[in-house]
Nanobody
Framework: HVQLVESGGGSVQPGGSLRLSCVVS????????MGWFRQAPGNMREGIAR?????????TYADSVKGRSTISHDNTKNTLYLQMDSLKSEDTGVYYC??????????????????????WGQGTQVTVS
């Protein structure tokens, strides 16, 4: 039974930083694709960062967060992170982590949807104001 549990959300002023965490348990695939999605009020859920666990560690970012965010995965802790700096009001939303096998990373990030990942966390709210 795969579980993803996010934490680290909260309220922050523009220009501030947050680090989101996602503890993954029960995942037994040898390779993985893990990512962070954001859903702002009234908007679709969008992929903002992704990391490939096929040995390459390739990371991909949406233009909206590129240069301000870093995704990483600690294998020893089974934890996915998203470090976000220089936060803007438009970063406000519910942030979800997602995981599946490496095939999920074949879809371009800007086209990734809920259907590309089989496992999701419950979401954590980030408010920038």
């Amino acid at each position: 039974h795969v579980q993803l549990v996010e934490s680290g959300g909260g309220s922050v002023q523009p220009g501030g930083s947050l680090r989101l965490s996602c503890v993954v348990s029960g995942y037994s695939y040898r390779t993985y694709c893990m990512g962070w999605f954001r859903q702002a009020p009234g908007n679709m859920r969008e992929g903002i960062a992704r990391i490939e666990g096929d040995g390459s560690g390739t990371t991909t970012y949406a233009d909206s967060v590129k240069g301000r965010s870093t995704i990483s995965h600690d294998n020893t802790k089974n934890t996915l992170y998203l470090q976000m700096d220089s936060l803007k009001s438009e970063d406000t939303g519910v942030y979800y982590c997602a995981a599946d096998d490496s095939a999920a990373c074949k879809t371009r990030l800007e086209f990734a949807t809920r259907l590309d990942f089989g496992y999701w966390g419950q979401g954590t709210q980030v408010t920038v104001s």
